[in-house]
């Protein structure tokens, strides 16, 4: 368990936090690209890290993030007129670059715009998402180019759900496999090494983007079944999937919301459409309202949970293998107390993931390089999975299907 301190420390992320400090220091998802169309488009509330902010597309296609409020009068930005390379606060008129930079005032006689900048943040455009660096300008890492972003778009899906919990839940529950064939165990779906392969052994190795760690079951003839998951520090989960990898993002809203990000891709081939909106995980349309990304079946309607549902066709009663994840971590309350926990070995990668937060922020705050903010190696890693006969090394059969052969 952690200390009240230790948990009080991962789950605040707001301006001059420890764990918001450290979180700065990567690339940060902030939209998804279609939330901006188009050039001159109406502006985009955005929420990070407990910073109200304010993304546009300008009149040349340049996305800019800047503080949502004028430094005039601290008006909403979001009122603002997007128009000629600006955006324009009503009020009174001063107009900002996507750099912040004040560049005219309607209600001066005699100008003093090359004063003023607004709060901004540098954007990169990359896999259908707009991201964003937060952090000291000297510290800037490499751009984000996770293998899905360097798919076809027709090969990769992405989405993301706004979480009413801290963000610390939604990830640790991203890294916790031994859950998986209990919450999202159906009746009829019992034949899977998954499910028939009962409760599994860990083993983890720690990397300099942060960690990779296999989960180990019976197999069949005496064999083992293994599925190898990736963490990148300090939100990112990759976890297997048929000619590609699955993930997600948990990324602090604030300290008591958080947007999880859902991403699939192939390698070799396109994806459905049912595989790129990801419905069936309780991502998609249908179940996400896209203009507030806040999910249909949530706290107030239980999840729309179904207790006949439950005794006949699924271990939770509720549909969505997502769904059931938001339902058990809303579960815990906002911001959940770890002093109270119990924990066991398949536990152990959220232990662990824990510890290098926790490392990284002392490297940080002694002066060093937080793990996995100035390196490029994730760009390749995948999860994988595979049955290992009996009597080979499964590291031997994993870690080679792990890393992706792309120069």
Known sequence: ??????????????????????????WIPALLSWELPEPDCPPVRVKLLSEELIAFKDTNGAIGLLSEYCPHRNVSLWLGRNEECGLRC?????????????IDQMNEPEQFADKVKAKSYPTFEVGGVVWTYMGPVEFRPPPPLFEWTQVPESHRGVSKVLQDFNWLQGFEGTMDTSHAPILHRTFNRIDSPLF?????????????????????????NGGQFVKGYQFVMPWTQIRSAQDGSDGHYCVPVDDEHSMMWNWAYKVGSPLSDEEKNQDRFGNGPSHIDQ??????????????????????????????????????????????????ETLGPTDRPIIVARQLMLEGIRAMQEGGVPRGSDTTDYY????AQADVPKGQD??????????SNAE
Not at 13 to 25: N, S
Not at 380 to 383: A, L, Q, T, Y
Not at 394 to 403: C, D, E, G, N, Y
């Open 1 to 26: 368990m952690l200390t009240r301190e230790e948990n009080d420390i991962l789950t605040k992320t707001g301006p001059e936090t420890p764990m918001g400090d450290l979180m700065r220091r990567y």
């Open 90 to 102: 009503i009020y009174h008129g001063w107009k900002y670059d996507v750099t912040g930079q004040c």
């Open 196 to 220: 028939s392969g009962g409760a599994p052994t860990l083993e983890l190795d720690v990397m300099d983007y942060g960690y990779r760690y296999f989960s180990i079951r019976k197999g069949e």
């Open 291 to 340: 203009a507030t990304f806040r999910p249909l079946s949530n706290r107030e309607n239980d999840y729309l949970m179904d207790r006949a549902m439950q005794r006949t066709i699924n271990f939770s009663g509720i549909v969505g293998t997502n769904t059931q994840d938001r339902a058990v971590q809303d579960s815990m309350g906002a911001i959940r107390d770890r002093t109270k």
């Open 380 to 383: 390749r890693v995948r999860g």
């Open 394 to 403: 499964f590291r031997s059969v994993l870690a080679p299907l792990m890393q």
